[in-house]
């Protein structure tokens, strides 16, 4: 078991029964963002990215237009669960993998080129949906830099327990 | 003395903030200080082919990646004495047209229109304005998508290249893209309709100097060969350094420009008050309807600008998407020169943006790219600096002193990033 740095009682397994729970039986959604310019920041995209070859329908990252495809979420009325994964300073160790409180996103965050994580997860709720946001801790994103090892460590661990949940769900 | 600060600029791009230095109701001074750090773009791409630089320069930025990706093949093409072929020229003004309808909806609606509101953010609005952040929304996802289909993705695409397209988009693509066009143009008019009926705070008013580049064929557009400034004057672009004149300021990693010793305004507003006369179809029954003095010394105006902008771009689509498509796909120009020199302009949702290269022997010599905010920032300060005055004159509090500033500093729709959050109030 893949014990997730710097967070007590946070293991793989604790993260993939949190999901569990969440989801249910319900129709899950990966959303990833970040931009893969900038080293670790690109983490979201990459699982998505991922996860899409498996699931081209239910798997989405900044380059399909994000919040068109959560818009598009939004009027479908499926009850669906929506996970954003992203990149995120928790102050954790950096490759630390932890579902972020909804208090601790920001309503003002805007990225380089889409709207807020926040109005995308009001906007998915108020159509009847279930979102969560999954934050990897960075530690480079430096222009043009390259993806830290525990980055990629935890963008594969991640990749694989979405896959299960996106598994159970199609 | 007092400081009065906006640490993070929200609802920009990028990393900046404002200080307002006050002594008692005083303004001493008022910056924009921008923390973003330089990423030395320019020195990067020193020695690399022409093609390569292509794949560098639009990570500048993922809001106008396409600018700066034509505005870099403008000035490339120049260099090594490259005519594209026609049908080049018209899918790169079709993907530029995408550009604005997807930047200009989220900066309208998303970054602007809370503070005219009275929210705190474009979530906050949701529930009263829902309607309206969805239309935004629709609007963003179709300019997303034409980008997509004539560069190759939503975020750096790759098919422009020097002398023409890698693919051109298939005549399905476009048709659907004009089908879509004609559908949302009722919802640019309710936005403008919106953004007319706003009202627009005058304490940032002032004479101002607008800069735009000159379309070609007196008509409206986002690309050009020359410079218009609204005293009257047109200059080439190949002397764009006489317009610019950049200098470095201790309290921001972005270089700053004044004309003439002036500070001066690009951006829809600029387009507008330079071309506007140009537009057709409703755009222009809107535009002639709501023109009026405040446009040419506010620079709040400049919201309702790009929503009137963003309705021309719907409007035209569709014209574009036909000749587009009754073009044959041509072959790519090839070099006809190794060395040589050029500058491309083009417009930018925030205004021009230059790409100048000299190409030695093949490979890149130098480059110089000076962005629309960074012209701004000089602007930006100077109506900040009134707004601060005459909103501490009339007594308002400091919480409705960085609200004032906040909104005049995001009318101009900065990208810091570009360029190189937000008010600090110092009291002495």
Request: charged share 30%; hydrophobic share 40%.
């Amino acid at each position: 078991m893949h014990k997730l740095r710097d967070a007590p009682g946070y293991s793989e397994e604790g993260l993939r029964l949190e999901l569990e729970r969440f989801t249910g039986k319900r129709k899950v959604y990966v959303l990833g963002l970040g931009n893969t310019d900038r080293a670790d920041d690109g983490a979201g995209t990459i699982v998505a990215e991922a996860l899409k070859k498996r699931f081209p329908r239910f798997s989405f990252s900044e380059q399909d237009g994000i919040e068109g495809v959560a818009l598009d979420i939004s009027e479908r009325g499926e009850a669906a669960v929506v996970i954003f994964v992203d990149a995120a300073d928790m102050g954790a160790a950096p490759g630390t993998i932890r579902v972020i409180p909804s208090n601790r996103i920001r309503d003002t965050e805007i990225t380089t080129h889409r709207v807020a994580v926040a109005l995308m997860r009001a906007l998915l709720e108020k159509g009847g949906n279930t979102a969560l946001v999954i934050g990897i801790q960075p530690t480079v994103i430096e222009f043009r830099g390259k993806l830290s090892d525990s980055v990629r460590d935890a963008i594969g661990t991640l990749t694989d327990i979405l896959a299960e949940i996106l598994a159970r769900a199609d | 003395m007092k400081e009065l600060n906006v640490e993070a600029l929200a609802r920009v791009e990028g990393d900046g903030g404002i200080t307002v230095t006050l002594d008692g109701k005083k303004v001493k001074n008022v910056t924009l200080d921008v923390h973003e750090g330089p990423r030395l773009i320019e020195q990067l791409v020193r020695g690399l082919t022409p093609a390569d630089d292509l794949n560098v320069i639009p990570r500048i930025c993922a809001i106008c990646t396409l600018s700066h990706r034509y505005s870099a093949i403008r000035g490339l093409e120049k260099a090594l004495g490259i005519v594209p072929p026609e049908k080049a020229q018209l899918t790169r003004e079709l993907m530029m047209l995408g550009e604005n309808v997807e930047s200009n909806s989220l900066h309208t609606f998303l970054l602007a229109l809370p503070d005219f509101l009275g929210y705190p953010s474009a979530v906050a609005m949701l529930n009263d304005y829902g309607d309206d952040v969805k239309r935004a929304l629709r609007l963003k996802k179709f300019g997303n998508h034409v980008m997509a289909v004539t560069s190759g993705r939503i975020v750096h695409g790759e098919n422009p290249i020097l002398g023409g397209f890698g693919r051109y988009p298939s005549r399905k693509e476009l048709e659907e893209i004009k089908l879509k066009a004609h559908e949302l143009v009722p919802d640019a008019v309710r936005d403008v309709e919106l953004f007319a009926s706003l009202d627009y705070p005058k304490y940032s008013e002032a004479d101002m100097v607008f800069m735009s580049v000159n379309a070609p064929k007196k008509q409206y557009g986002f690309a050009g060969e020359s410079i218009l400034i609204s005293n009257g004057k047109e200059v080439n672009v190949e002397d764009y350094r006489k317009l610019t004149n950049e200098r470095v300021v201790s309290h921001s990693f972005a270089k700053r420009s004044l004309y003439q010793d002036k500070t001066f305004t690009v951006g829809a507003n600029a387009r507008l008050v330079n071309m506007g006369k140009r537009l057709d179809g409703q755009a222009a029954d809107l535009f002639k309807q709501h023109f009026d003095e405040r446009w040419l010394k506010n620079p709040l105006m400049n919201n309702l600008a790009q929503a009137i902008e963003m309705l021309w771009s719907l409007e035209h689509i569709p014209d574009m998407v036909d000749t587009v498509a009754s073009l044959d796909n041509p072959p790519i120009e090839k070099p006809t020169r190794q060395n040589g020199s050029g500058t491309g302009a083009v417009e930018a949702p925030r205004g021009t943006l230059y790409h100048h290269y000299d190409i030695k022997d093949g490979l890149i010599d130098a480059a110089d790219i000076i962005t629309p905010t960074a012209q701004n920032l000089d602007d930006i300060e100077k109506h900040m600096k009134l707004t601060a005055e005459r909103m501490l004159a009339e007594d308002k509090d400091d919480e409705e002193v960085r609200l004032g500033l906040e909104m005049v500093a995001r009318a101009y729709d900065p990208c810091i990033s570009c360029a190189t959050h937000l008010v600090t109030l110092k009291r002495v």
